[in-house]
């Protein structure tokens, strides 16, 4: 009787911090649900998206990439690389004359590439040219990529992974503020929810390695959980009060539903949910890191539109240019554009090597 009555104190006295976890937990969600609510209404647009003839003036299918993915990487390019981006950027820097040469070996393994030496006086885009000279400082005049292949799960080609990072999250991140189609100051609710998004996944996920540290990982492991530890020890406080104010009734149903909470399915179910919670904060993270301006929805909606009427145009009556042209016209498009929209079939992609044909590749 002494031990079940020990046993019966110990367990009122987690009460309250099972009952915090579990709060903790559901406000996490409707944290996450929040951030998809507010990505949505990041990329809503005043007006219903129409048909547009041509792509926006101005815009390279590179940027015009970035805005409709909102800075996500990675995306396949038919069944070249993996890395669709990647392979976009060169495309579209092949088609503007910045590489005058751009070609694939056989099994796609290899990329061989020579830059234009007049590439600075040539009728392009900022972020085109910064992509240029960084290939041009980094990686040579002239030179091959190699697929990238130190994993099963390897992504894009390793001379161009070491400088693509830096590229992709800074340069373009940059020429979009620059340009006005991103904001660059955040409200309050969007760094919260940022911030939370990444406590309650990747936080969560690589506190668990930190915290077999002492010291510097307990401390990194608060850092990454700050969110989390705050949220829970306001409701830890708040089950500790009613636990003094509420009436015996409602102690026991507390208690009662504590019990339910520890239940070994009851813990899986919530456990799995979690993987659930990931995906609803990892879908709204790139819309709450690169939030569209009201200039920028309008690029989107506009760029929606172009991908409309190629989806939708007889497709014996389209014209794909895959050498750059300034006269894009209605029922004239480029090759990139295509990529862009995910628009670009089997058929294009021979077409496409066979205009751009290697005269002898190893």
Do not use: C
């Amino acid at each position: 009787m002494e031990k079940l009555s020990i046993y019966i104190f110990s367990f009122l006295e987690k009460v309250p911090f099972i009952l915090s976890v579990f709060s903790t937990f559901l406000t996490l969600w409707v944290l996450a649900v929040l951030a998809h609510v507010k990505a949505r209404s990041i990329l809503k647009i005043g007006r219903t998206v129409i048909p547009e003839y041509d792509p926006p003036v101005g815009v390279s299918p590179i940027l015009g990439n970035y805005i409709l993915k909102s800075g996500a990487q990675g995306g396949r390019a038919g069944r070249v690389s993996i890395s669709g981006s990647q392979i976009l950027a060169l495309i579209t820097l092949h088609e503007k004359g910045l590489l005058s040469e751009l070609n694939f070996s056989s099994n796609h393994s290899k990329i061989f590439y020579e830059v234009n030496s007049q590439f600075e006086n040539l009728d392009s885009t900022e972020e085109e040219k910064i992509l240029v000279r960084k290939i041009l400082n980094l990686l040579g005049a002239k030179g091959v990529l190699n697929a990238d292949t130190s994993t099963e799960n390897s992504d894009g080609y390793e001379e161009l992974n070491n400088i693509w990072s830096n590229y992709w999250y800074k340069a373009i991140y940059e020429s979009g503020i620059k340009s006005g189609l991103i904001l660059k100051s955040q409200g309050f609710l969007v760094k919260l929810l940022r911030y939370t998004g990444l406590s309650a996944t990747f936080g969560l996920f690589f506190s668990i390695f930190f915290l077999l540290i002492p010291f510097l990982g307990w401390a990194i492991s608060a850092i990454l959980l700050l969110p989390i530890l705050v949220i829970n020890g306001i409701w830890y406080i708040i089950f500790k009060i009613l636990f003094i104010v509420l009436p015996l009734g409602f102690e026991l149903v507390l208690i009662n539903f504590s019990m339910l909470l520890v239940h070994p399915i009851v813990f899986i179910v919530l456990f799995m949910s979690w993987f659930a919670m990931f995906m609803v904060f990892g879908g709204a993270m790139p819309t709450l890191n690169n939030p569209l301006s009201d200039k920028g929805k309008e690029l989107r909606n506009k760029l929606l539109g172009y991908k409309m009427f190629l989806q939708k145009v007889d497709k014996d009556r389209l014209t794909v240019e895959y050498h750059y042209s300034n006269r894009i016209r209605q029922e004239v498009t480029t090759f990139s554009w295509l990529v862009v929209f995910e628009l670009a079939n089997d058929k294009h992609w021979e077409q496409w090597m066979d205009a751009h044909r290697p005269k002898e590749v190893q």
